[in-house]
């Protein structure tokens, strides 16, 4: 069974820090993982995914993971934090693409909250 | 906007009864899935269906039931319902039968009082 941790159920930043949300899987076969994001009264949207290949990948509005398969870590990485970043992030895993019996495993999210 | 529609966006209703959600898909997608979103339990997969055929099951209680119709569109059913099933209850489609990339609705707040 694959699970996800999210450390952290909130995390505050100032407004153009660096924004470091972190996600641990667990996974007994090479996993896909996810992050979704979460606006107010609003559905997930699809931030980024890693499959296979490059292990640094580049999603929308800045947002950049790395697979680390030592470390089974899969943490999101922002440069320079914005306020409309301001939302809940979601990290998931799923054990193969088609996402199986189980399909998406979800963490239990990070509330960001950006400080002006 | 995602393109995938779900009514009611809230619903309240008292312990025993019965509900029905609908969804609708995203143009072109054949996959509904279905997601429950609670403080304790996190986001949890409940069913997903494929062109009218259920795909995958997850942590979908027997008193929960779904479809999927001839136009793609998809009723989640909910019955005997008990104080913890409020919940936020989402839709989510895809083009195929993988999660690789899934569109979500808005959700349906369900208040079970």
């Known amino acids: 069974a694959q699970s996800v941790t999210q450390l952290g159920s909130h995390v505050s930043v100032s407004e153009g820090a660096l924004v470091l949300l972190r996600c641990n899987y667990s996974?007994?076969?090479?996993?896909?993982l996810f992050w979704y994001v979460q606006y107010p009264n609003q559905g997930l949207q699809l931030l980024l995914k890693?499959?296979?290949?490059?292990?640094l990948v580049k999603g929308i509005n800045g947002f950049e993971a790395e697979f680390k398969k030592s470390e089974t870590s899969f943490h999101l990485t922002k440069p320079s934090a914005h306020m409309s970043d301001a939302a809940e992030y979601f990290c998931a895993v799923s054990d193969k693409v088609g996402g199986g019996a189980d399909g998406l495993t979800f963490g239990k999210g990070t509330h960001l909250i950006i400080q002006p | 906007d995602s393109g995938v529609t779900q009514t009611p966006k809230h619903l309240i209703t008292a312990t025993g009864q019965r509900v029905t959600l609908r969804c609708s898909p995203r143009s072109g997608d054949l996959s509904v899935y279905w997601y429950q979103q609670s403080l304790d339990q996190g986001l949890q997969f409940l069913i997903q269906?494929?062109?009218?055929?259920?795909?995958a099951k997850g942590n979908i209680l027997e008193r929960f039931s779904a479809q999927q119709f001839p136009d793609l569109h998809s009723e989640l059913n909910l019955s005997s319902l008990e104080l913890g099933d409020s919940a936020l209850y989402f839709c989510a489609s895809s083009v195929g039968t993988d999660h690789e990339k899934l569109f979500f609705g808005s959700g349906t707040q369900l208040s079970v009082l």
């Open positions: 269906y494929y062109n009218g055929e259920e795909r």
């Open positions: 996974s007994s076969v090479p996993p896909y």
């Open positions: 890693y499959t296979t290949g490059a292990t």
